[in-house]
């Protein structure tokens, strides 16, 4: 069953707007991680964000903030201000479990970003 | 934040030829690293989890005898694809964390890998 759930292959956002990006997660424990990772098209990924299970807040990075809604299992990434940079492949990503080293991280499919000039 | 590096970072290969991929921590100690392969347009597909010293734990589906994997030390794991064919023809990636339980994971830079 598909663990990490984002359904928008493709968005694309005028300059300087702001954007979100879906992402809905199943698990049944208790303790869990959310991230999201951006990968242009250099192919490095690069971490975003990170959103545990049991933080009351929502996390936010300079323009990036996590829209946590744990009743609905939803970790949406919101950009605000999209500058052209921001073009890129967008991945939502889940640790299940409690934290630790070798906890594994599976990744959605991914949203392809691009911001119009 | 945490450097993770990769050797080589593309690599062109004929059919039945095995490929060494390394991974390393530059700046921290890993326990464990993660291996994922992504094929064009697609996701990351974690293949493995690499423990230092103990046998890599596979994921369902991916042939350990295929993709060696090999944590020689706290900074070092290595991939190897023996007898690659095109169909292993894909993005490689690995990944660490401190060891720490931190948060973030820090990826490297990827290896493409193409076999003719």
Not at chain 1, 16 to 23: F, M, S
Not at chain 1, 33 to 43: A, H, R
Not at chain 1, 74 to 89: E, K, P, R, Y
Request: net charge positive; hydrophobic share 35%; charged share 20%.
């Amino acid at each position: 069953a598909q663990k990490i759930t984002q359904t928008q292959p493709g968005m694309f956002v005028q300059e300087k707007e702001a954007v979100t990006l879906d992402c809905t997660y199943d698990t049944s424990d208790q303790s869990y991680g959310l991230f999201w990772y951006k990968q242009p098209s250099s192919g490095e990924m690069i971490f975003l964000i990170y959103q545990g299970s049991y933080d009351e807040q929502n996390a936010t990075e300079g323009r990036y903030s996590l829209n946590f809604q744990k009743a609905r299992k939803s970790a949406n990434l919101v950009i605000s201000a999209s500058q052209l940079g921001d073009s890129a492949m967008y991945f939502c990503a889940m640790r299940e479990g409690k934290r630790s080293s070798a906890s594994k991280i599976i990744f959605g499919s991914g949203t392809r970003l691009s911001i119009r000039p | 934040g945490a450097v993770v590096s990769q050797h080589p970072s593309w690599v062109i290969c004929k059919s039945g030829t095995s490929v060494k991929i390394e991974c390393r921590s530059l700046d921290f100690q890993a326990t464990t690293m993660f291996w994922y392969r992504q094929f064009p347009k697609q996701s990351l597909m974690l293949m493995a989890t690499s423990n230092e010293g103990s046998k890599a734990t596979y994921e369902q589906g991916v042939e350990k005898d295929k993709f060696l994997i090999n944590h020689a030390s706290l900074t070092l794991s290595t991939l190897t694809v023996t007898s690659a064919h095109p169909e292993d023809s894909s993005f490689y990636i690995c990944s660490a964390r401190s060891g720490r339980g931190e948060n973030e994971q820090f990826f490297g830079p990827g290896t493409r890998l193409t076999v003719l």
